[in-house]
């Protein structure tokens, strides 16, 4: 069982301040980090595993500091954001070069474990620079988890993956989690968040802004109306029937964009396409407006 701890922890980039004195414990099963763009959970996350050093307070696994600590290497696996890798290498040889970067007594069978658990081994002989965005966050989770790792961090797993490679990642990080691993995985999206931690830390401008149990923690959200943006046959019409309809706390027609604020999400997302049905409207696109999630956020760091 390992456990991370963030201390009074923070890191700036010249004059910017990314990290701004957080204190956290990270335990045994998922644990989500929710902010928006920009809030500093890569930074905090590249602290976590080892990439970093903080400015000022410690980060520690198991009360060791991590900065340049082989043993907490060998023990935490990490997923990074950026999608380039090695493109002219096979999916294998990335694998088979991580496990010989840890020092592993068999690095091909190690790849071979790695490349199962994630189900890239129809795909392993094949350059990395022919995988779809799906299978680079696969093969570099491969990657992470040649050393079987107690610790996981994952800093945006879902960026351009598929519904079915989506559901196969929940699965994966899901028993994981069972196995007793401590796994952290990063997102800026709620709903996804919601569905996969137990634990769901928020992060807000380089500050802790919240951490509990999702449900809690969506409960001071209900506060706050979703916004989204939706483009459609007939904005006009629309607007004037979701007003009508009465569950929308606000419309607004902003060029070709209706605005609409929404007092609860899984509603609103029932009520719109009926609305809009019995109004013969056509919806276009409907979008969670990035800035809710920022005002929701901004409104728990006010809390
Ligand atoms: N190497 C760097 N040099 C300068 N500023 C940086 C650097 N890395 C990050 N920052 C700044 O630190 C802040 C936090 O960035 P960070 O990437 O940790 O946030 P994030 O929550 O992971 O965002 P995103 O979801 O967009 O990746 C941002 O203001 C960012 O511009």
């Not at 989690?177 to 992060?203: C, D, K, M, P, W």
Request: aromatic share 6%; net charge negative.
């Amino acid at each position: 069982m390992a456990t991370l701890e963030i201390a009074a922890c923070s890191r700036w980039y010249g004059n910017v301040v990314a990290v701004n004195d957080v204190t956290m414990t990270i335990g045994p099963g998922i644990t989500g980090l929710l902010g928006p763009n920009g809030a500093g959970k890569s930074t905090l996350i590249h602290m976590l595993g080892g990439f970093l050093p903080p400015s000022t307070g410690t980060v520690t696994l198991d009360g060791a500091a991590i900065w340049k600590n082989q043993g907490a290497y060998r023990t935490i696996g990490l997923v990074p954001e950026r999608e380039a890798t090695y493109d002219f290498l096979t999916g294998r040889q990335l694998a088979v070069a991580s496990a010989e970067l840890h020092g592993l007594p068999d690095a091909g069978a190690a790849a071979a474990r790695a490349i199962a658990t994630v189900e890239m081994g129809d795909a392993q002989d094949r350059k990395i620079g022919e995988y779809s965005k799906g299978m680079k966050q696969r093969i570099k989770m491969a990657s992470a988890l040649v050393h079987d790792p107690a610790v996981l961090l994952l800093d945006e797993p879902f960026n351009g993956m598929d519904p079915r490679q989506r559901l196969h990642l929940i699965a994966l990080l899901r028993s994981m989690g069972a196995e007793g691993r401590t796994v952290l995985f990063s997102s800026h999206i709620l709903e996804e968040v919601e569905q996969l931690a137990h634990q769901i830390e928020v992060i807000v401008a380089g500050r802790h802004a919240a951490s509990g149990d999702y449900r809690e923690i969506r409960r001071l959200m209900t506060d706050r109306p979703h916004q989204y943006t939706i483009t459609s046959s007939d904005n006009r019409v629309l607007a004037s029937a979701l007003v009508a309809d009465g569950s929308t706390a606000g419309v607004s027609l902003d060029g070709a964009t209706l605005r609409v604020q929404a007092t609860e999400f899984l509603a609103f997302a029932e009520l719109l396409p009926r609305v809009a049905r019995d109004a013969g409207v056509r919806l276009y696109e409907v979008s969670p407006a990035d800035e809710s999630l920022e005002s929701v956020f901004s409104y728990l760091v006010t809390a």
